[in-house]
């Protein structure tokens, strides 16, 4: 794949290295479907792409409880104060995929560097990472806080060659989100496109460098 | 509603002076139900906003065929190309709702000036506007094209003022869309939701001016 080697591996979180499934019990718990989940994220990631457009930014945690709170209002679902708070520390407690423990192991025994690249505040990266046991993995842990706008705006990108000291066509950049795949790929990373399932990639016209079905491939292509 | 008198309306185009109900019609008729027709549109905005973000326009016709390609895409649907091109130009003919000829003529009686301000490229709101016989009621027909971003970029939206040289706060800015009434807000104008049904808004936090459930209630407000 690239022609010099790469020396860093950054992850985006949601949907990439952690999955749905707990917090789609927590939702499934309180109002007996899906629906909210899914228009739960998609409100979430508007908000993020609205604000970061309106030069407006609230942190990922107010952002993700603006956004339940909309959906709820289109909804027409009136949640307790504690259901609420319930389904909101469900991000604070998501699982990681099976693979990720081993294939960042995998990663680091060949040498790699580990960096976590994500929306989320450090007030929600820092538990989930401890929760699931894998803070020790990362070298660093990159919030899109430190430039209060959202991806896939290139300032947070050049996060990770900053705080790295590496640049950007010797970072693997890995995520399952079709618009972060969009935005590593235009600010210059090598991208790896996560896609566990058998979803079509929607990268705005560019084709991320190579495509994985589990994280255990990546060691493959490094 | 305004401390200072209301000098010029601003209209935004899509859903909010035009339907989607011819759209629909061809999307019926090629497909079978309206799946498509609700995903291209998220689909659309979701791309306008990216594109937006990533400093990477590209016109909203090409757009909005992007978009088309990749719902297609995602819902494994295979459209010939006259299919395709008969609903891509489907954007050139919507229908303008019921009371919008009457209400714009009405608002020019009593001395307002008239404006457009969308996302849609000239090239799609001149045969549009024609098309649907409205084009002589605007004294400017604005596009983002000509800054090349979108809504709700403020510099979208300050093409108005700069047109019509009345400062935003004389200005009321009528939307139906959500993420446009909250881009609006922020710039400063007056702002008008056009609520036709029932729909819960979502404005990122900040309340319209005003709301009308048909443009022919505006006169009442100006």
């Not at 749905?20 to 109002?31: D, H, P, S």
């Not at 580990?114 to 450090?122: D, Y």
């Not at 990770?160 to 935005?183: K, M, T």
Request: hydrophobic share 50%.
């Amino acid at each position: 794949m690239a022609e010099r080697a790469i020396e860093a591996v950054v992850f985006d979180i949601y949907g990439t290295l952690f999955g749905f499934g707990r917090l789609a019990e927590r939702v499934r718990a309180i109002v007996g479907d899906l629906a909210l989940l899914e228009h739960w994220r998609v409100k979430q990631l508007e908000h993020s792409f609205l604000r970061t457009i309106l030069g407006e930014y609230i942190d990922f945690w107010l952002l993700t409880e603006e956004a339940l709170d909309a959906v709820c209002a289109q909804l027409e679902l009136e949640l307790t104060a504690e259901e609420r708070e319930y389904l909101l520390h469900g991000w604070l407690e998501l699982e990681p995929f099976p693979e990720v423990r081993n294939a960042l192991e995998l990663l680091r025994e060949r040498g790699q560097r580990l960096a976590v690249l994500s929306n989320g505040s450090p007030g929600m990266l820092e538990p989930l990472l401890r929760h699931a046991d894998l803070d020790a993995l990362f070298e660093v842990v990159l919030s899109a806080d430190a430039v209060r706008r959202y991806k896939p705006s290139p300032a947070v990108y050049a996060l990770a060659p900053a705080a790295l000291v590496v640049p950007p066509e010797q970072i693997a950049f890995c995520s399952a989100n079709g618009f972060d795949v969009a935005g590593a790929l235009r600010f210059g990373f090598q991208v790896c496109w996560v896609n566990r399932g058998s979803a079509k990639l929607d990268s705005l016209g560019k084709q991320p460098h190579f495509t994985v079905h589990s994280l255990l491939e990546l060691a493959e292509y490094l």
